[in-house]
């Protein structure tokens, strides 16, 4: 069984930047691992992903602004987030697993991006 916690949320002005960590207890290098938010009154939503080996998906609206890697020595994921906008105001959440979405979640971490 494997706990994840993120970290790193926090109130930031638009176009600020704001990175996300996912420790993990336990090895998951042999996972995917991927983050997913959700806004008030919306359902969850797909974020960014990196494979085991390191291959990296985005959603089309945090593409060229966030980045996703991982570092497996110390069981950590990370999200660089720049050029935030109002609209990336969200719960994110950590996920691992085979798979995404996979039966590994965190407890979320909020991102708001206001002035």
């Known amino acids: 069984q494997v706990q994840l916690v993120e970290s790193g949320g926090d109130l930031v002005q638009p176009g600020g930047s704001l990175r996300l960590s996912c420790a993990a207890s336990?090895?998951?290098?042999?996972?995917?691992a991927g983050w997913y938010r959700q806004a008030p009154g919306k359902q969850r939503e797909f974020v960014a992903s990196?494979?085991?080996?390191?291959?990296?998906g985005y959603r089309n609206s945090v593409k060229g602004r966030f980045t996703i890697s991982r570092d497996d020595a110390k069981n950590t994921v990370y999200l660089q987030m720049n050029s935030l906008k109002p609209e990336d105001t969200a719960v994110y959440y950590c996920?691992?697993?085979?798979?995404?979405?996979?039966?590994?979640w965190g407890q979320g971490t909020q991102v708001t991006v206001s002035s």
């Open positions: 990196i494979t085991s080996g390191g291959t990296t």
């Open positions: 336990g090895s998951i290098s042999m996972y995917a």
């Open positions: 996920n691992a697993d085979y798979i995404l979405p996979g039966k590994y």
